[in-house]
């Protein structure tokens, strides 16, 4: 099985390929990591599996026809799995064309490239082909603390820009398998946490500013609450949606862990006092800020994973007590890779605070 990644060196991106080819019997012939290297991107998170001859890393943008369809015919791809996007909502509000540019206009074409590909296939080729999307839950909008959790079924009312050049690029996805089609599954994910995670986001600013002193920005009240799921249980339900989902069909994937963002940031807290703590023996928790709150800040998310476990039998193996004290005993460990990414690409930017 050739499997062709797009945006392979981000944060779950990385982590899917990892585990893809250090699993036991494994099906990968080859893997194909197509990744533009914007500001998320970062080779380091793959340097291991530079000796691998299944890996192959090519350079380069979704949007780039011309490159794609090379890539495809090359290494025969039988399956794409697409990751590539602009994720980090608070950019999103900054500028907002770059996410329209590569969400909605970089899906669009490499939805057309893989058409044209796909449609020259052999029939067995042709039938077992596979464009599974990845997408996130923010494309349904916000939810009161007493509505039921996102379905596949709940009508799309997404508040950010990122939110809606996600929300675009799913309906294109929805639009190619309806139109022209072509075998697309869609996955819609709650908030991601563990390891190699961009340290702009919640958790690893935390456990970050934390060990360097700084204080964690917490906006508004913090109780803003989101559904977490650890970055290896949503690499494999994308694997297992990729093998065995029902073509055309969106899946949710959640971590079954609703939590406001205060909790998580004191929860991080007490970890760090344990394993990391301060040489004043104060608890860290005394750096905790309240900051003024993002526009539009949708209130809380949450996702009903019903479906993928009723029809494909997952369940994430990871609680999230599990899952966070793992997060936080990598980024312990791995100082150096976050250091690295701080210098490069911080060196004229003030770390935000995002949920």
């Known amino acids: 099985m050739n499997v062709l990644v797009t945006g392979g060196c981000g944060f779950i991106g990385s982590n899917f390929i990892r585990q893809r080819l250090t699993e036991k019997n494994s099906p990968l012939t080859r893997l194909v990591n197509l990744d533009a290297l914007t500001y998320a991107g970062n080779p380091a998170n793959l340097a291991d599996l530079a000796g691998d001859p299944r890996y192959v890393f090519a350079h380069g943008s979704i949007g780039d026809t011309d490159l794609v369809a090379r890539l495809l015919a090359e290494h025969q791809i039988d399956a794409i799995v697409n990751f590539a996007a602009e994720s980090h909502v608070d950019r999103s509000i900054d500028s907002p064309e770059p996410f329209v540019q590569t969400n909605v206009v970089g899906t669009l074409r490499l939805l057309n490239a893989t058409r044209l590909y796909w449609t020259k296939l052999p029939q067995a080729k042709k039938d077992a082909f596979r464009f599974l999307h990845v997408s996130t839950d923010e494309v349904y909008g916000t939810l009161s603390p007493t509505d039921p959790a996102f379905t596949e079924e709940t009508p799309f009312a997404p508040n950010s820009p990122y939110a809606a050049s996600k929300a675009s690029s799913d309906h294109f996805v929805r639009s190619y398998q309806h139109t022209f089609k ?174």
């Open 182 to 355: 072509l075998p697309t599954l869609t996955t819609n994910c709650s908030n991601n946490y563990g390891p190699y995670h961009f340290p702009e986001k919640l958790i690893p600013l935390v456990i970050l500013n934390a060990l360097e002193g700084k204080p964690l920005p917490v906006y508004g009240d913090g109780q803003q609450i989101r559904d977490w799921l650890y970055v290896e249980d949503h690499a494999a339900a994308i694997w297992l949606v990729l093998q065995k989902g029902r073509v055309g069909e969106t899946y949710n994937i959640g971590g079954l862990n609703e939590q406001p963002n205060i909790d998580i940031v004191k929860g991080i807290c007490a970890l760090l006092d344990r394993k990391s703590p301060r040489s004043d023996r104060q608890p860290y928790t005394t750096q905790i800020t309240y900051v003024a709150d993002r526009p539009g800040h949708d209130r809380r998310y949450a996702i009903d994973c019903t479906k993928l476990q009723r029809e494909l039998g997952w369940a994430p193996r990871e609680s999230f007590a599990t899952g966070i004290e793992k997060t936080v005993e990598w980024y312990l460990t791995h100082r150096a890779w976050a250091a690295d990414i701080t210098a490069k690409k911080y060196a004229r930017e003030r770390l935000g605070t995002v949920a």
